[in-house]
């Protein structure tokens, strides 16, 4: 059914805004949250693998929107995102058999793995490729960003997967077909 992407895509670009104004007002004090993984957590483990590529996909194109553009060399290396949330998106999906995957505790740790993946993946584009050497500085500034984006997580991860879960079910969309 459409309204299944929709819908997590509509609550997922609302994550995704809520935490670019966040990341706003946090750029004065030097610290930025990355939240890669709980945009793709749902809809890796609720959704069928098609409503959940296209969510995914369409959320990883917002958000690589509104991101710079890395280079690598002289070249330009469109969709970062894209390519780590699909990748990220798939391994879940096949994965999520093993596991509980309706439970909320269970959704928690996958979007922090998730996360600390995808981060460390943008992290590897954006620092490692694009300079010839990172310096301390870089490196605590990044583990400092990631500290916060994981606690960022751990924070609203419960409010974010209930909300989406609550959205499907005000559309009248039972997940168990």
Known sequence: MYRRWLIVFATTLLLSSMVGQINH??????????V???LVAFAALRLSLR?????????ALAVDAVEPVPQVGRHLLFGPHLL???????LIFHLRARFPREEALF????ALVA????FLGLSFIYVELGAHRASAETSMRLLSDLGWSQLFILVTASWFLSLQQRALELARIDLAE
Do not use: K, M, W
């Open 25 to 34: 007002y946090l750029a004065p004090l030097g610290v930025y949250i990355s």
């Open 115 to 118: 996360n600390l993946g995808i």
């Open 107 to 110: 959704g928690l740790g996958t």
């Open 36 to 38: 890669g993984g709980l």
């Open 51 to 59: 409503n959940g590529l296209i969510a995914t996909v369409l959320i």
């Open 84 to 90: 780590l949330f699909t990748t990220a998106h798939v």
